[in-house]
């Protein structure tokens, strides 16, 4: 499952010629819900520290709002919290000095039945975000590569599809 949703995502990007594949599968190699800790701020910084990380999350949650794929998921979902929210987690994983204190994916997503399409759908905006925030090629892949593993906590394991497995 994991293996096919990365080449999934990678090849569906690489089509449109936005990503360099092969740098997100070997980043994402292992097979773990949640990816080691950062070694060094690098990918903080490659993201313009916590303002440049802000300001992509301020285009992506309207983006998650406007889409019809995703807007039936966040009705009632305060945006504002929720790009706080993204903000401090993506500066953890990027190796900044922030602390995400939220919930847990696993308990944040349990009851939202999300399917591995809606998945896909949600990367593809952030990718379009990151992209319309000028965040250098590489520090995409390397922030994805980063997030991918988190399917595993976030799809719904009981509506997969077995060939997605
Ligand atoms: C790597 C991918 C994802 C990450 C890093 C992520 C991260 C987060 C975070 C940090 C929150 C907490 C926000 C808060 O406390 O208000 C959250 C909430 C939420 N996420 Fe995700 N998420 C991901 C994928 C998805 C997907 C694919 C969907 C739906 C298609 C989704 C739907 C939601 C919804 C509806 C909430 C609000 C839950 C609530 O307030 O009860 N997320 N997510």
Redo the contacts with the bound molecule.
């Keep these: 499952m994991y293996r096919s949703l990365l080449f999934f995502v990678s090849a569906r990007l690489r089509r449109r010629g936005l990503l360099a594949g092969a740098g997100l599968l070997l980043a994402c190699s292992a097979r773990l819900a949640q990816a080691a800790p950062p070694t060094d701020d690098s990918l903080y910084q490659a993201w313009g520290g916590k303002a440049g990380i802000r300001a992509v999350m301020d285009d992506f949650v309207p983006r998650l709002y406007a889409d019809a794929r995703?807007a039936p998921?966040?009705k009632g979902?305060?945006p504002e919290?929720?790009g706080a929210?993204?903000t401090e987690?993506l500066c953890q994983e990027a190796g900044g000095p922030c602390r995400?204190t939220?919930?847990s994916?696993k308990l944040?997503?349990a009851d939202?039945n999300?399917q591995r399409r809606?998945?896909l759908?949600?990367?593809e905006i952030l990718q379009q975000a990151m992209v319309a925030q000028g965040i250098p090629f590489r520090a995409q892949n390397r922030m994805l590569a980063r997030?991918?593993p988190?399917?595993r906590d976030?799809i719904s394991e009981t509506n997969e599809a077995p060939a997605a497995r």
């Design positions: 995703m998921f966040f979902v305060d919290h929720l929210q993204l987690q995400y939220g919930a994916m944040l997503h939202l999300i809606d998945f759908a949600l990367v997030l991918a988190m399917h976030i």
